[in-house]
């Protein structure tokens, strides 16, 4: 065989026993240490609990302020529509929508109290 250097001669030489030795138990410390700091992060991470627990309520607060400015501006343009009164009902209509609107906000934030009767109905409850 000749003596050219190949593309494999790269190669690192072997290591001696005590170099082996040395090296095994670096990396045993090194598994301990690792194994340690995945234990303490997974006894003070709490299982239970969500990873963003405000966002649903964020969209739920908003989607019903919007449901109620909506279903108020609709009801006031089709009264305008009927009856001919061109800005009156609009504007009635979506003022009181703005008003459900943030009150269906304030109750479901807890804020003002349930209606007795009406919000305590399972039915109800199932539906949100």
Do not use: C, H
């Amino acid at each position: 065989m000749s003596n050219a250097k190949g593309p494999d001669d790269s190669r690192p030489v072997p290591s001696s026993g005590e170099e082996d030795t040395a090296l095994s138990r670096r990396l045993s410390d090194l598994d301990r240490q690792i194994g340690a700091s995945r234990s303490e992060r997974e006894r003070t991470k709490d299982p239970q609990e969500p990873g963003r627990p405000g966002y649903g309520m964020a969209l739920r607060l908003g989607a019903d302020f919007v449901a109620g400015v909506v279903v108020g501006a609709a009801i006031g343009w089709v009264i305008d529509w009927l009856a001919g009164t061109s800005p009156w009902g609009l504007a009635v209509f979506l003022l009181l929508g703005f008003a459900a609107g943030v009150l269906s906000v304030m109750r479901s934030a807890g804020l003002v109290a349930k209606r007795p009767g009406i919000d305590d109905d399972p039915v109800i409850r199932r539906m949100d």
